[in-house]
């Protein structure tokens, strides 16, 4: 009995590793506009040992109302119709790909919409990763400038009101400092810090947590204040 116990823990812990192996690198959550294209590049990587012959398959999707999505690999792009890729990617140990992608034809009206995919090894197909892109798709408002100096310059937070997702537009002019974002309630209370990435440009703050209300949002450089504003959260 004893040893039928470690077997079944084995293939237990042998199964664990194994779904391991394909790793999704992609943030979830992607943001854009009524009307565009919403292109998400997704980030793939084999953590196993061997080389892996990896196949696509989209499982399920969840648009809205006008909405229809694709994928594409490199330059060659599917039908919407299409839910294998019809190509073996060869992917070798500790490679990263970034050439799959999701695209969502965002429509004409605010939404959420879902794609789920999974990745596994065409060898072994009980090796598998799934992975669900969240589209967020908004209304465009106006950007307008938060500020602009010899550091740093940023845009005001769009949509305002908020539903779902806080958009800020920022490039970091100089090289080597600390910049990040804090956001308070109107009790001076800390609901979030969000430090900017220099090789980014643009913030994403999920509000979905955040109680409806007015919410102020604080650029420091260098732990200095240097611009604050309020947005608002709705439902």
Known sequence: ?????????????HTFVSAQSLEVLTDSEVVGVIGSKI????????????????????VERQLSTGQSNYFCLGGDCYTTSTKLLPKIITLK???TISSFKSILKAG???????VKYVFYDNDNPADE????VLYSVIEHKPKSQLLRNNSISMTNVYPNPVN?????DYNIIKSGIDAK????NVLGGNVGEYQLQRHDNNLKIN??????????????VDNENIATKKFVVKR
């Open 39 to 58: 292109t998400t590049h997704i980030k793939l990587r084999n953590n196993s040992s061997k080389t892996m012959h990896v196949r696509i398959k989209r």
């Open 108 to 114: 004409i009206s605010e939404s959420e919409s879902t």
């Open 164 to 168: 779902t997702f806080a958009i800020i």
């Open 1 to 13: 009995m004893r040893i039928i116990r470690l077997i079944i823990l084995f293939l237990f812990i």
């Open 129 to 132: 990763t799934e992975f669900e």
């Open 181 to 184: 974002i804090i956001v308070h």
């Open 93 to 95: 140990s500790g490679q």
């Open 207 to 220: 509000t979905a947590d955040f109680k409806p209300g007015v919410y102020f949002y604080s650029v420091y």
